[in-house]
C-alpha cells in the first residue's frame, strides 16, 4: 500500500471533493461518499501515512491523482 504522509484531514477533504465525493456526515471523523464508494477520514492532523494510504486506495484513486488533486 502506497504511503502519502503529512496530509492534514482539511486537505483530504478538499481533494477528495475535486475527485467527486461529497460529504455524507461529520462527527469525530468525516464520512464522504461518490454514490458507489464510501470513505472515512479521521480528523487527525497529520493522518498517518499508512491510513491515508488506505483511504485513497478505498476511493478508487491512484497516489499521483490523489497527489494532483491535493
Known sequence: ????????H???V???????FQIIRQ???IVMS??????TI????PIKA????GIVKDA???VEQFRKSL
Open 27 to 29: 462527527g469525530k471523523h
Open 50 to 53: 499508512f491510513t491515508m494510504g
Open 1 to 8: 500500500m502506497a504511503k502519502i504522509p503529512g496530509v492534514n
Open 60 to 62: 478508487g484513486l491512484t
Open 42 to 45: 479521521p480528523r487527525h492532523n
Open 10 to 12: 482539511l486537505d483530504a
Open 14 to 20: 478538499r481533494a477528495l471533493e475535486k475527485a467527486g
Open 34 to 39: 461518490n454514490g458507489e464508494r464510501f470513505v
